[in-house]
């Protein structure tokens, strides 16, 4: 019997496609992507993916690089204006975080280095991706505690924007809170539980949770909220929305609303949740595997 579809980003999907997710070996850009008419930065685009694809699947780890004095400069404006809306808004963790990694605006940070400091603290590390992986392949790393990242970065056009993660959203984004050891064991268990499982159903919902929380959750903090997911604090644009927007409904993180809520991953998003803390978040990840009946190695 034919599974029936699953509804992602609206549209109906294949369960299989959640399982068996492709690999693609050639740079695919998203039409949206500013700079796609640009020949030298799709040039660079193209010999970075390469070159990381390789240190992908041949488990090198990520290669070194002499960023370029555009690609320096980029980094600068950018993280610069959202170190300023980090002091204000981000979680503890996060702003403890980024200090012990000496992440600043004066330089690109090279993932290399990053990853050696995640693996003596909290025994992760970091893989290099090429550009955005499938939901199942980036969770088999994580299963393994490894986390795929970018090294390429966004068009200067456009600062404020990227339908796709760089090394500016991962690298201020996702890396930091792996020096927290509650947060490296959360994602490390929804990696496991995803990668585990043949189930594209189950995928999909550890794929809503982790988005909700890891990608674009709020956090309740000493009575205040504060952002947590790396989706918002990688953007100058999600941060102010997250928290101010009319348009933006922010209720608490409760598992079951939170993994059959649909979402679109190329707008500022609308539906925003809540956690009370990184413990319950664990505790609930804890619970959603185990209520999915996922069996995980320890």
């Known amino acids: 019997m034919t599974a029936p579809p699953l509804i992602q980003y609206g549209v109906a999907i ?35 993916f390469q070159l990381t694809r390789k240190h992908r699947l041949e ?14 400069a980029l980094w600068k404006d950018v993280s ?10 981000a979680c503890q963790m996060y702003l403890k975080a980024k200090h012990d990694l000496a992440i600043t605006e004066d330089a690109i940070p090279q993932m290399r280095h990053l990853s050696d400091r995640l693996r003596q603290e909290t025994q ?39 339908p796709e993660p760089d090394m500016i959203h991962d690298c201020l984004g996702h890396v930091p809170p792996f020096m927290s050891r509650d947060y490296a064991e959360v994602i490390t268990l929804i990696g496991k539980a995803a990668a585990t499982t043949h189930d594209g159903e189950h995928i999909l919902l550890l794929k809503r949770f982790s988005w909700f929380s890891i ?38 993180f409760v598992t079951e609303t939170v993994i059959h809520t649909d979402y679109d991953p190329t707008y500022m998003q609308k539906d925003l949740f ?15 595997v185990r209520r999915l009946g996922i069996e995980v190695a320890s």
């Open 124 to 162: 992760t590390h970091l893989v290099p991706a090429e550009g955005s992986l499938a939901y199942r392949t980036f969770y088999e790393y994580i299963a393994e505690r490894g986390f795929p990242v970018t090294q390429f970065l966004r068009h200067p056009s456009h600062p404020e924007f990227t």
């Open 215 to 252: 990608e674009f959750g709020l956090i309740e903090e000493h009575g205040d909220t504060r952002v947590f997911g790396a989706g918002i604090l990688s953007s100058t644009g999600e941060i102010p929305n997250s928290l101010y927007s009319k348009d933006v409904s922010r209720r608490p």
């Open 59 to 72: 488990r090198l780890g990520p290669p070194l690089f002499d960023y370029t004095p555009e690609e320096t």
């Open 80 to 89: 610069g204006r959202l170190h300023e809306l980090h002091e204000k808004h």
């Open 274 to 288: 809540v956690i009370p803390s990184l413990p319950f978040l664990r505790q609930e990840a804890e619970n959603l």
């Open 14 to 48: 294949d369960p299989n496609e959640m399982v068996e997710p492709p690999d693609p070996e050639e740079l695919a850009i998203d039409p949206k992507t500013p700079g796609i008419d640009d020949p030298e930065y799709m040039r660079r685009r193209r010999w970075i």
